[in-house]
């Protein structure tokens, strides 16, 4: 397998708590940590949501930033002035920039700045209208999420991209379990090897959402795969909000990057039978016959 190097997503989401300031500090921890990319999420809840679903309480109230769960997610949402400013910001400090957009209009609102890459959650990689205008109107890399997806809707994403014949230089598609957080029996990492197989070359690339404990696994869905690893990430998994306990905190976040880029490193097949750094101990220790 011909290994590229491995690009890590730190998905800031909602972790900022809906504090601006809070996002920009997250940003510059991101950096520091050695991440590729920040991504946030931009909804219009409005659109999204049905009546019911906006004025319903938040399932978990003590996590709740509003008095229903309607108004909870518009506590936490971003402007679109907002988002570029973030972009800016990453660009000045050579971070990668992106989002999930949960809905056709945010899809819309995105595009308008030229983000590299945007991100499809898999609560809506079902949403055609919304993969219609990433597909027809904006020109950057389509991220997408398998998450709670069944096999047969996966082909029909794939089809859907390959009728304008984008999937294989544009579509990304990551092997995901979708729980927060998720046991290690049902992260199902030989999935990654199953999507490269049925689709490696149909799709640009595959990737692993991975919203597990810890960062043991990671290095597993790399050397199976997955180029991009995307992990939730937060400055403090205390902090109030139902992303948090499944996030990496900046140690965690830093040694994921080092370690990835380690195994990178090491994917490789000796250059020749006898290494340079093997000789001194070949002539030292190697074992000749009396």
């Known amino acids: 397998m011909n290994y590229k190097k491995p690009r890590v997503i730190a998905e ?38 049905t009546k019911e679903q906006y004025e ?14 309607g108004l909870h997610r518009e506590f936490l949402e971003f402007t679109v002035e907002q988002h570029k400013k973030l972009k800016e910001y990453c660009d000045s400090i050579n971070l ?12 819309r609102e995105m595009i308008t700045f030229k983000p590299n890459l945007l991100k499809v959650p898999s609560a809506c990689n079902n949403h055609f209208e919304m993969l219609k205008v990433l597909r027809d109107e904006y020109e950057g890399e389509v991220h997408l999420s398998f998450g709670m997806t069944t096999q047969e809707e996966e082909k029909k994403i794939i089809e859907f991209f390959e009728e304008t014949n984008q999937a294989k230089n544009r579509l990304v598609i990551y092997s995901c379990t979708s729980g927060y957080p998720v046991p290690f029996e049902n ?8 999507l490269k197989m049925e689709f490696g070359d149909r799709v640009k690339d595959i990737g692993f959402s991975g919203h597990h404990l810890g960062i043991a696994i ?8 997955a180029t991009w690893v995307e992990r939730h990430f937060t400055k403090d998994r205390t902090w ?11 140690t965690g976040m830093r ?3 080092r370690d990835l880029n380690a ?28």
Request: with cysteine; net charge neutral; glycine share 4%.
């Open 12 to 49: 800031i989401g909602c972790n900022h708590k809906g504090d601006f300031d809070i996002a920009i500090e997250l940003l510059d921890l991101a950096k520091q940590c050695g991440a590729d990319i920040a991504k946030f999420q931009k909804r219009n809840n409005k659109e999204l949501l």
């Open 56 to 69: 319903a309480k938040h399932p978990n109230p003590s996590n709740s930033y509003g008095e229903t769960y």
């Open 218 to 225: 990671d290095n597993a869905a790399y050397t199976l795969g």
């Open 96 to 107: 990668e920039y992106s989002t999930s957009v949960w809905d056709t209009t945010s899809a």
């Open 263 to 290: 195994t990178y490193k090491s994917l490789t097949y000796k250059e020749s039978e006898i290494l340079e750094i093997e000789q001194v101990q070949r002539d030292k220790l190697k074992y000749r016959k009396q």
């Open 255 to 257: 040694k994921l990057c």
């Open 240 to 250: 109030k909000g139902t992303d948090h306990a499944a996030s990496l905190e900046p």
């Open 187 to 194: 992260v199902c990492l030989l999935e990654i090897t199953r």
